[in-house]
């Protein structure tokens, strides 16, 4: 019998009722007959096929990723940093020349918000809990800028600042943001965000049309697939990823991608009545992962 070891964060209680777009397809594996164990944290392993790591967090703890070694086949092995400067092609730094707007973001992935929520599992004590909101209280009445100490922001609001000029100077003393060049698709009045969704040798392609300059699912008015440019095949087989989702624009006839998650949810693919169809065909790329396939 095949068996997939889930691989969760210890401290992550979330999995269970986060929509993420791995669950469905974990669902059809078991009804084809494969067994799913799952692993919370790092104490206990499983002997399995396939490891899977389901960590959602921008950078992989070096505990976890030292399991990777007791497993033949892992999803995603060589993913084990998906933070802005890690990929992004325009990021820029102070005192760059650079005259288009600019969009200030999180080097982690989505906001930093993971990152914040597994912390503060962590944060048992009662002392612990209050130390650190009286520490940002005293820091905002002390009259520094809230941007050099800001921690995570939601991602449907990164600030939009019409030149790199406008851009607050503390945002570059803060090591948890970045800058980068707002590279906007447009279609008539609409934004257009595009999705790249894939696992193994399966891919799916989707254009999303917004009103908001920052397109995400609660602002979607429209889905249409689209074409898959090489470009950002390429840029996935270059990172190693197996399973995931790039998020990009069409700009001056090339892609950019601005975003790479490896643990993507299924929000947008459900208001559209996308949910099944797309995780149907997306699971089916686990045989090729078995099968140690290269990626299309």
């Not at 993420?20 to 164990?37: D, E, F, T």
């Not at 809990?129 to 995570?152: D, V």
């Amino acid at each position: 019998m095949t068996t997939i070891a889930l691989l969760l964060h210890e401290r992550d209680d979330s999995f269970e009722s986060t929509p993420y777009l791995l669950k469905p397809m974990l669902g059809l594996w078991q009804a084809r007959g494969i067994k799913v164990a799952t692993l919370r944290g790092t104490r206990h392993r499983q002997a399995a096929d396939l490891l899977i790591p389901h960590l959602d967090l921008t950078v992989t703890p070096p505990a976890y990723a030292a399991l990777y070694e007791h497993y033949p086949r892992v999803l995603n092995r060589r993913i084990l940093d998906i933070s802005k400067s890690s990929f992004s092609a325009n990021l820029l730094r102070r005192g760059d020349t650079y005259d288009g707007p600019v969009i200030v973001k999180t080097e982690g992935n989505y906001g930093g918000i993971p990152e914040r929520r597994l912390h503060a599992h962590a944060r048992k004590t009662p002392l612990a809990r209050l130390a650190r909101p009286l520490f940002k209280l005293a820091r905002t009445f002390g009259g520094r800028s809230h941007w050099r100490y800001l921690e995570q922001m939601a991602p449907g609001r990164y600030p939009v600042f019409e030149s790199l000029s406008e851009v607050p100077p503390d945002v570059f003393d803060n090591p948890n943001l970045v800058v980068e060049k707002f590279l906007a698709e447009r279609e008539g009045d609409a934004y257009c965000l595009r999705y790249y969704g894939f696992l193994g040798d399966r891919e799916t392609s989707l254009r999303l049309l917004s009103h908001d300059p920052i397109a995400k699912g609660a602002n979607i008015y429209q889905v249409d697939e689209c074409p898959i440019p090489e470009e950002v095949r390429e840029l996935r087989r270059r990172l190693g990823f197996d399973f995931g989702k790039f998020d990009y624009v069409m700009h001056a006839g090339r892609a950019q991608v601005f975003d790479l998650n490896r643990t993507p949810t299924s929000t947008v693919l459900r208001r559209f009545d996308l949910y099944e169809s797309v995780t149907r065909h997306l699971a089916g790329g686990l045989d090729a992962l078995l099968a140690g396939a290269r990626q299309p």
